[in-house]
């Protein structure tokens, strides 16, 4: 098993910056990558961004060039940085591990997630 921690959310005007962090813990040599989706109230879960182990990463066209996903492995933790936050990023940002980049082999872990509100 992989647990997962959040932190870093918050409330945070239009235009404003958040840095949520997630910290893992356990089987940590299973896992292939690790990345952060968000899902809005009456809306599906839908993904942000990814990093694999090797560093390759992977963006919601929605977030491109406002959102940047890193990891420090010797602290087994993923950050995303978020800038120029939107009223529509408003959403629980909940933080993923998965052991495969194989769907059908794939065993995903999720933390309980972090509110992140954009607002005036």
């Excluded at 005007?13 to 940590?28: F, K, T, V």
């Excluded at 933790?77 to 978020?82: C, G, K, Q």
Aim: proline share 2%; charged share 15%; net charge positive.
């Amino acid at each position: 098993q992989v647990q997962l921690v959040e932190s870093g959310g918050g409330l945070v005007q239009p235009g404003g910056s958040l840095r949520l962090s997630c910290a893992a813990s356990g089987r940590i040599f299973s896992i292939y990558g690790m990345g952060w989706y968000r899902q809005a109230p009456g809306k599906q879960r839908e993904l942000v961004a990814t990093i694999t182990n090797s560093g390759l990463r992977d963006y919601a066209d929605s977030v491109k060039g406002r959102f940047t996903i890193s990891s420090d492995y010797a602290k087994n933790t993923v950050f995303l940085e978020m800038s120029s936050l939107k009223v529509e990023d408003t959403a629980v940002y909940l933080c993923n591990a998965y052991s495969s980049p194989v769907a059908t082999i794939r065993t995903d872990y999720w933390g309980q997630g972090t509110q992140v509100t954009v607002s005036s």
